[in-house]
């Protein structure tokens, strides 16, 4: 059972910055008044909100911040579930989700999403649908259980009566045929490998001595060939290296002449540089009648003994110049013949090269043959092949009885998925439970006044006889009639959840449900029915304050001050 025990918030809707503090479990009954927009339903939200992160009248979360603060919004609930306290604190402006077990914060590493999952699943083990038709109801922005979906309708069936448990079981259950069709698709398609692979094996081993002798003599032959083709590179190489010996006798002199070469094109820089250098001088004494050094003159003899002396020289260098310039086209002529005849047997070496690799292949190709043909020779019975089709048969039985496993498996799940389907142990379940739900919605429907024959069944749609057996559904109701049937509804599952304790709780809201379509006996009848009951904690929220105020133990006045929802 979840003994809510306390519920504070501050900063949230219209509640300030300090904390207001409502004692969930000091009265069995509280009335809970206040004119409209003083927070008298903020309690629903933020017990809504703190729990499952969500606000009972569908308000978007950053909207639940008090507009006027605007920050440090936080909601703590505490209650007890057996032995265990906890503490659930939530908020924002920081963003906070903390929860406390026996005062000790649990781990935070994980996300807030798998937090919340854990929050509801294995602490209050329910969720907020659940929540709002057993805990809560209320006149606005609640959808009744007879307006829910069917799905909807069976979600929260299944959380009473603590069978949520197949359907998580179902879902598993899903996941594990799924795998288990893969595996059986994965076998079936190694089978057939396997198959094609013995038959394979089967037919050459069964054709391998009758093509044995033909392979080797293809193979004889191959080599036959492929030796003709070697002898013919070799002579084709023997020819080259002959031609190559022949060229190389024509230029025995090519590292004299390369030699002298470079020695002319040395002499033939100095000549040039002397040549160059006589130019020069004769300029300077032709040009010059005074020594630009000492400012002495130069005396027209004296110039002229020079000037007779150099031009004689550089006349005798020009003479020289032009037989060295011969030689040396006659030495690069020939350095010119010996690069072409290098080239040529460069060519030739390349060409011998290629040969060579080609006959070393082939070579390769012929000792590879004579293996094969060795090999064909020795094993020609087969036994390797014997071997491999051994191999795979023994892993096709492997195979074959994993497949039967499978199978096994498969009808064993198929059974599995009928029990754990709808129509299966939760069909059963509910099929038990159905005459207690019914007749508790009616005893509560006649403790009301409201004499019908009200039925669910399996699939949860409603049947509603009147006492003249006419037939009706709950829309064919007028309003207050219809209030009636969801509090009987709402009564009967908190009933249903004390008996199986599974989302059973000593709390109970009403949110101006006295203030919607019941008439004055309805009143009476609904508060002599909530007083006579075994509910722990009831908190009426109502706007009637003359007409409810001496009919509860306790109450509690919301009133705004300085622009904040407090408690009076």
């Known amino acids: 059972m979840i003994q809510f025990n306390k519920l504070r918030y501050k900063?949230?809707?219209?509640?300030?910055n300090t904390f207001l503090e409502i004692d969930l479990s000091k009265s069995p009954t509280t009335l809970v008044i206040g004119s409209n927009g003083s927070g008298k339903s903020t309690m629903l939200c933020a017990l809504c909100y703190v729990l499952f992160n969500k606000s009972f009248r569908k308000v978007k979360n950053p909207l639940l911040i008090n507009s006027i603060n605007e920050k440090n919004m936080c909601v703590e609930v505490e209650f007890e579930i057996g032995k265990k306290k906890y503490l659930v604190k939530r908020g924002m402006k920081p963003k906070i989700f903390e929860i406390y077990i026996d005062g000790k914060m649990i781990d935070q590493d994980a996300s807030a999403k798998d937090t919340q999952k854990m929050l509801e699943q294995n602490i209050l083990k329910l969720n907020f649908k659940s929540f709002t038709q057993v805990v809560i109801l209320g006149s606005r922005n609640f959808i009744p259980f007879m307006q829910l979906t069917p799905a909807d309708r069976r979600i929260i069936i299944e959380d009473l009566l603590d069978i949520q448990v197949f359907s998580s079981m179902n879902m598993m259950l899903r996941e594990s045929k799924s795998i288990l069709k893969t595996e059986l698709n994965d076998c079936v398609s190694e089978l057939h490998s396997l198959n094609d692979k013995i038959d394979i094996h089967k037919n050459h081993l069964t054709t391998l001595k009758s093509k044995t002798q033909e392979a080797i003599?293809?193979?004889?032959?191959?080599?036959?060939?492929?030796?003709?083709?070697?002898?013919?590179?070799?002579?084709?190489?023997?020819?080259?290296?002959?031609?190559?010996?022949r060229m190389m006798d024509t230029v025995?002199?090519?590292?004299?002449?390369?030699?002298?070469?470079?020695?002319?094109?040395?002499i033939k820089s100095t000549v040039q540089s002397k040549i160059q250098k006589f130019n020069t001088d004769i300029t300077f004494f032709t040009d010059n009648a005074d020594c630009p050094k000492c400012k002495q003159p130069i005396t027209g003899e004296f110039a002229d003994k020079v000037l007779n002396e150099k031009k004689t020289k550089q006349a005798e260098l020009k003479t020289g110049q032009a037989?060295?310039?011969k030689e040396l086209e006659s030495v690069s002529d020939r350095v010119d013949e010996i690069n072409t005849v290098l080239v040529k047997v460069m060519d030739a070496e390349s060409t011998m090269q290629g040969f060579n690799n080609k006959i070393s292949v082939l070579n390769?190709?012929?000792?590879?043959?004579?293996?094969?043909?060795?090999?064909?020779?020795?094993?020609?019975d087969g036994a390797d092949i014997v071997k491999e089709i051994a191999e795979l048969e023994s892993k096709q039985f492997g195979v074959d009885a994993k497949q039967s496993e499978l199978n096994d498996d498969t009808i064993l799940y198929d059974i599995?998925?009928?029990?754990?389907h709808d129509s299966g142990i939760k069909a059963k379940i509910i099929t038990q439970y159905l005459p207690v739900i019914n007749k508790l919605i009616n005893n509560y429907l006649k403790q009301m006044d409201f004499f019908v024959l009200f039925e669910l069944d399996g699939n949860f749609n409603e049947s509603i006889k009147s006492r003249h057996r006419d037939i009706f559904t709950y829309n064919s109701f007028s309003e207050g009639q219809k209030a009636r049937i969801d509090i009987a509804l709402l009564l009967t599952w908190r009933k249903i959840a004390k008996m199986k304790n599974s989302t059973n709780t000593n709390l109970l809201i009403l949110d101006e449900v006295f203030d919607g379509s019941l008439d004055a006996f309805g009143v009476d009848e609904l508060t002599k029915l909530l007083q006579e009951g075994d509910d722990n904690n009831i908190f009426i929220i109502s706007h009637q304050r003359d007409a409810l105020q001496n009919k509860f133990k306790k109450t509690l006045e919301f009133k705004i001050k300085n622009g904040f929802s407090v408690i009076s």
């Open 416 to 420: 599995a998925s009928k029990l754990l």
């Open 11 to 16: 900063n949230f809707l219209s509640s300030g």
């Open 364 to 380: 390769g190709v012929i000792s590879k043959i004579q293996k094969d043909i060795l090999n064909k020779t020795t094993n020609d």
């Open 323 to 325: 037989k060295l310039l």
């Open 252 to 266: 025995t002199d090519k590292t004299n002449t390369k030699i002298k070469l470079g020695k002319l094109n040395s």
């Open 217 to 245: 003599d293809n193979n004889v032959a191959e080599i036959d060939k492929s030796q003709v083709v070697v002898k013919e590179y070799s002579d084709a190489i023997d020819t080259i290296q002959t031609n190559i010996k």
